[in-house]
């Protein structure tokens, strides 16, 4: 991954040399469920809505923080 400023290049985002190998394709949820269970933890994540990451409506992103 590379991180600009003003369109230039600044720096290079790569993986540590000793870091473990990963393989791609995402997160593994079915592997996290059972880790929890082996753990006692049944309802770690109990719901998330089906909205979560739709965008924000626009008029909440212009109101300034209080």
Not at 17 to 41: F, H, V
């Amino acid at each position: 991954m590379t991180v600009t400023r003003d369109g230039k290049p600044v720096l290079d985002l790569v993986p540590h040399a000793g870091a473990p190998k990963t393989k791609k394709g995402g997160i593994d949820w079915g592997a996290g469920q059972a880790y929890l269970r082996s753990r006692g933890i049944e309802n770690a994540v109990p719901y998330i809505a089906e909205n979560f990451d739709d965008p924000l409506p626009e008029d909440f992103l212009l109101k300034p923080l209080p």
